[in-house]
């Protein structure tokens, strides 16, 4: 069974802070993507990275996909009280087709 | 264009009934998974459709079960309801290469 784990499970800080998300397996990922989950909602896909140490910019949101892929990061720069959400990696095995393993999640806050 | 639905956006059964919950994918897209979300498990896959085919399925019980028709409609029934079956149930749909557009989801409540 493949596992994903984030951290941190929560994050609460201030309106203008950067913040990193972790996204670690000890299982090698085809791809990975980034999900943002809303209250009530669906998860909205923000970035898929495909190729190990691949590094996308999303405005001030930056992926980064492991050498190895197995680990990805998440980094928000100046962040804004819209960025609240819960932030979820998913990885795709080779072996797996298009099912994905998910993480726990991060739940963001960012206050005023 | 329009997204994935899924209906019904609430639910509440009573333990033993079955339920059936039903989702709408982007047209053009043949692929639909199905997940339920937990605050402690998190997303855990159920399974998925293509061309009216299970591809994949996940570790859940056989009182789980899907479909899809040839339209790439795809129903998910879930039968003699449990408590521990209360959540939130999102169902996908993709294309080859494409990541996961979600519906908003179906939240069950057993009772």
């Known amino acids: 069974t493949q596992l994903l784990e984030q951290s941190p499970q929560f994050l609460s800080i201030q309106e203008g802070e950067n913040l990193t998300v972790y996204c670690n397996s000890s299982?090698?990922?085809?791809?990975l993507q980034w999900y943002r989950q809303e209250p009530g909602e669906g998860p909205v896909l923000l970035v898929t990275?495909?190729?190990?140490?691949e590094v996308k910019k999303l405005k001030r949101l930056t992926f980064q996909f492991g050498d190895a892929r197995k680990d990805s990061s998440l980094h928000i720069t100046a962040a804004q009280t819209g960025d609240t959400g819960l932030y979820l990696c998913?990885?795709?095995?080779?072996?797996?087709?298009?099912?994905?393993?998910f993480g726990e999640g991060t739940q963001l806050t960012v206050n005023p | 264009k329009a997204g994935v639905t899924q209906t019904p956006r609430y639910l509440i059964k009573t333990r033993g009934q079955q339920v059936t919950l039903s989702c709408s994918p982007i047209?053009?897209?043949?692929?639909v998974s199905w997940y339920q979300q937990t605050p402690g498990q998190g997303l855990q896959f159920l399974f998925e459709?293509?061309?009216?085919?299970?591809?994949n399925k996940g570790n859940f019980p056989g009182r789980f079960s899907g479909r899809q028709f040839s339209n790439s409609r795809s129903e998910m029934n879930v039968s003699t309801l449990e408590l521990g079956d209360s959540a939130l149930y999102l169902c996908?749909?993709?294309?080859?290469?494409?990541?996961?557009?979600f519906g908003s989801g179906t939240r069950l409540t057993v009772v």
């Open positions: 998913a990885g795709a095995a080779v072996t797996s087709g298009s099912r994905l393993t």
């Open positions: 990275v495909v190729t190990g140490g």
């Open positions: 299982s090698v990922f085809s791809s």
């Open positions: 996908a749909s993709s294309k080859r290469g494409h990541g996961y557009t």
């Open positions: 459709y293509f061309s009216e085919t299970q591809r």
């Open positions: 047209s053009g897209h043949r692929s």
